[in-house]
């Protein structure tokens, strides 16, 4: 209810507590999804759609869901240009903050502003793949 008020905030709390009242309620998953996609937190429905389908994979609203989001990611990276709401709450999240205070992710992405063989070596690492996937997906890193 209370996101159709789009009372967001309000209706992610909600969906955290029907999550902690019953993990594996999809549904309640699928609702906090959608209010990250439209709190502009890629980077977190991503997450919240996959785990949802971990538990679901047939659910076509996660699906669906999971399918919007990552279009929406990669439109944003074709157009080149900076959403600063997006990247506000990319920078916000505490997740997004301890990657970019990470001096060996300092290193990685310097050396691939500097260097393309750097680059494609970094991007066979999963872990740090993983890392510069919800920098993108948070809006905080443009890949062109």
């Known amino acids: 209810a209370y996101t159709k008020l789009t ?4 209706a992610r709390e909600d969906c955290a507590k029907a999550i902690e009242l019953d993990p594996t309620y999809v549904k309640a998953w699928s609702r906090r999804g959608a209010i990250e996609f439209f709190l502009k937190e890629y980077h977190k429905a991503l997450e919240t759609y996959q785990h949802a389908l971990e538990l679901d994979p047939e659910n076509a609203e996660c ?3 999971l399918q919007r989001t990552m279009a929406k990611i990669q439109e944003a990276q074709r157009s080149g240009e900076v959403d600063q709401e997006r990247a506000a709450h990319g ?4 997740e997004i903050q301890s990657i970019l205070a ?3 992710m300092n290193t990685i992405l310097r050396e691939m502003q500097e260097d393309p063989a750097a680059a494609q070596r970094h991007l066979n690492d999963p872990i740090v793949m993983n890392k510069l996937n919800k920098l993108i ?8």
């Open 91 to 94: 920078m916000a999240d505490p």
């Open 7 to 10: 009372e967001f905030v309000r």
């Open 102 to 104: 990470d001096p060996m």
């Open 137 to 144: 997906a948070a809006g905080v890193l443009q890949v062109k």
């Open 63 to 65: 699906q669906q869901g």
